[in-house]
Each structure stands twice: as C-alpha cells, then as structure tokens.
C-alpha cells in the first residue's frame, strides 16, 4: 500500500539507453546505408546479406555496450 517493493531496483531516466526498438532502427538504416553504397560496386546478393549481417552486428554491439553500463551502474 504505496510502499516500494525493496527486491525491484528503481529505474533512473538513464537507465533504458536505446531500448529494443531504437537499436533495431539504428541497425536497419545501417544495413540501407551500406546496400545503397555496395550495391553499385558488387553484385545484389552479396551486397544485401553483407549489408543485414552489418545491420545486425550493430544491433548487437549496441546491446553488449548498454549491459555493459548497466552492468558498471549496478556495481
């Protein structure tokens, strides 16, 4: 009754960085940015599977790198 519930951690302002959806877009326009770039130079294929593999490795290391500050802050 309008007690905090000591086992849930209070979330600062700062603690949900990018959050899923914001990291999927980042990845996204990073995977356009690179086909629009390659596919002049190399063929289609090769131009769009490197381009979402790029896409979901930004993903990912943006994910690794807000664990990883949340991980410091609760520390």
Do not use: C, H, W
């Not at 980042?26 to 131009?47: C, E, K, L, N, S």
């Amino acid at each position: 009754m309008g007690v905090d519930d000591p086992q849930e951690p209070k979330k600062g302002p700062g603690d949900d960085l990018l959050g899923f959806r914001n990291r999927l877009i980042v990845g996204a326009v990073f995977a356009a940015f690179y086909m629009a770039t390659f596919i002049p130079r190399q063929p289609d294929v090769a131009a769009i599977l490197s381009g979402v593999l790029g896409g979901a490795v930004v993903f990912l290391l943006l994910k690794e790198a807000e664990d990883r500050i949340k991980q410091r802050r609760r520390d």
